[in-house]
């Protein structure tokens, strides 16, 4: 077993990037070359990181989106990380300035300063990741002293409301432990609703998020990043 986990206490900047790189952009518009009219202005907004990276776009930073079918967006854009075009979805630092026991609205539509520690918004999350014909990967990255440790999961999705967005994730790869798809007496993380402390939907007797941030709660948790303090990824935390 790896120490990652027993040593948890350590962490002392810590930051957090929950990435989506989209994996296929095939979309074409048959227009022949008489006919051919300039796309609506929507079209001109890259549907997420990836997108404005695949136009050349390579600088972090503030990005105007438009998932399909979705509303306008600014984005944090990593350009740099494994590659570049990942649509950056939360940043916490250990001891952020953030309170993370928010309300489900809050966590809905989002919160925090997309430049510093923020929560994109469960809502906009899965409009993003449930766009057609896309298929995202997430990476979570893990600042633990001066090391980075690293957890991807393909595919990733977070369904919609009316499933309390549910999350979806596929196989694991990377170095910092597989926290949310492995068995742990906390349960798995994958497939479970999302919960907030004023909408319980874990699998606790009690209220997991209980004065503590939104996350895919079951019983309670493996891992935890929307916190204040005492951010967990590990399958052996209190073990
Ligand atoms: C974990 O893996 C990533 C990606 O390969 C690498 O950049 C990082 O240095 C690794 N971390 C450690 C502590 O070995
Ligand atoms: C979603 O959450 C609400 C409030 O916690 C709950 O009443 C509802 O049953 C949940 N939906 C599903 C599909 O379980």
Known sequence: ????????????????????????????????????????????????????????????????IRPKGGPFLVVYCDMETDGGGWTVLQRNTHNSYLTWSASWTTYQYGFGNLMDDYWFGSEYIHIIT???????????????????????????????????????????????????????????????????????NDKSDKNCADNRGGWWYNNCESALLNTDSNIKWSTYQDC
């Open 130 to 200: 449930n766009a057609k014909h896309a298929f995202y990967k997430a990476k979570f990255l893990l600042k633990n002293n001066n090391k980075i440790y690293e957890a991807n999961y393909y595919t990733f999705n977070v369904a919609d409301e009316s499933t309390n967005y549910t999350l979806r994730l596929g196989s694991y790869s990377g170095n910092a432990t597989d926290a949310l798809t492995s068995h742990s007496k906390f349960g798995i993380h994958d497939n479970m609703m999302f919960s907030t402390k004023d909408r319980d």
């Open 1 to 64: 077993a790896r120490s990652f986990g027993d040593k948890i206490q350590l962490f002392h900047l810590y930051v957090f990037l929950l990435h989506i790189l989209l994996l296929t952009v095939y979309q074409y518009n048959s227009s022949s070359g008489k006919n051919w009219e300039p796309p609506p202005p929507t079209n001109f907004y890259p549907r997420d990181c990836s997108a404005a990276y695949q136009r050349g776009r390579r600088q972090n930073g503030l990005y105007v």
